[in-house]
C-alpha cells in the first residue's frame, strides 16, 4: 500500500496553525486575579482549541487523513470522549460548579 504524504507547504501550513491555536488556548486559559477559575465557557473554549490542535496533528503530522473510514471515525471518537471527560470532570469540581 502506497499512501500519499503531505507536501512541505501543508505541513507549514498546519504548523502555522497549531502555533496559532496555541496562542488562542494560551489567551482563553489565562486567569487573572479576579477571577480565581476558567469558568464553564472558558474552559469549553479552551479544550474545544485543544481538540482541534490534536485532530490536526493526528490528521496530517500522523497522516490519519491517508487511513480508512473506520480508523478516522474510530480517533475522532475517542478524542472527543477524551475531551469531554476532561471537560466533565472540571465542571464536577466544587470550585467551578459554585
Known amino acids: 500500500m502506497a499512501f500519499a504524504l503531505p507536501s512541505r ?3 507549514v501550513v498546519v504548523w502555522a496553525l497549531l502555533m496559532l491555536t496555541t496562542a488562542a488556548s494560551m489567551w482563553s486559559g489565562r486567569v487573572g ?7 464553564p465557557l472558558w474552559s469549553s473554549v479552551l479544550m474545544g482549541l485543544s481538540g482541534v490542535k490534536v485532530g490536526l496533528i493526528l490528521w496530517f503530522y500522523l497522516n490519519l ?3 480508512t473510514a473506520g ?3 474510530g480517533f475522532v471518537a475517542f478524542v472527543g470522549l477524551i475531551v469531554l ?3 466533565a470532570a ?3 469540581t466544587p470550585e467551578v460548579a459554585s
Open 9 to 11: 507547504r501543508h505541513l
Open 33 to 39: 486575579v479576579e477571577t480565581p477559575t476558567l469558568g
Open 65 to 67: 487523513r491517508e487511513s
Open 71 to 73: 480508523w478516522k471515525k
Open 85 to 87: 471527560v476532561i471537560l
Open 90 to 92: 472540571y465542571m464536577l
